[in-house]
């Protein structure tokens, strides 16, 4: 990422357990100095330029990435070419939305993105 700085990565399946293993990744890089030896800032910095791709239905989900990453890096869509999913993916980011309005905070809409 730092060689590459334009560089656009996109994670499919809401970059499995990288959008939650987060934390841990940042731990293992303060305290152990062999985990800093190729990226000199903390695993976060880096993700935070990242993209995720959720293509899931449920809103809960989406509004963690949203929280974490920033609702700017977070795709919706799907490689499953279907009607049904063309009516589901607008339906779960105004869900996303909604519920995250119920929080603390209101999010911004994400970005809706197709794969197809």
């Excluded at 293509?55 to 989900?61: E, I, N």
């Excluded at 963690?64 to 009516?87: E, H, N, P």
């Amino acid at each position: 990422m730092e060689r590459h700085p334009g560089l656009k990565i996109v994670l499919p399946h809401a970059g499995g357990f990288l959008g939650h293993y987060w934390a841990r990744m940042d731990h293992a890089w303060r305290a152990r100095p062999d985990c800093r030896t190729v990226i000199k800032k903390p695993p976060t910095s880096y993700l935070k330029k990242f993209f995720f791709r959720h293509d899931h239905v449920r809103p809960r989900d989406a509004a963690q990435l949203i929280d974490k990453f920033g609702a700017a890096q977070v795709l919706l869509g799907t490689d499953y070419r279907s009607k049904t999913w063309a009516r589901m993916l607008p339906a779960s980011a105004a869900a996303a939305h909604a519920s995250a309005q119920t929080g603390r905070k209101p999010l911004p809409q994400m970005r809706e993105a197709s794969t197809c």
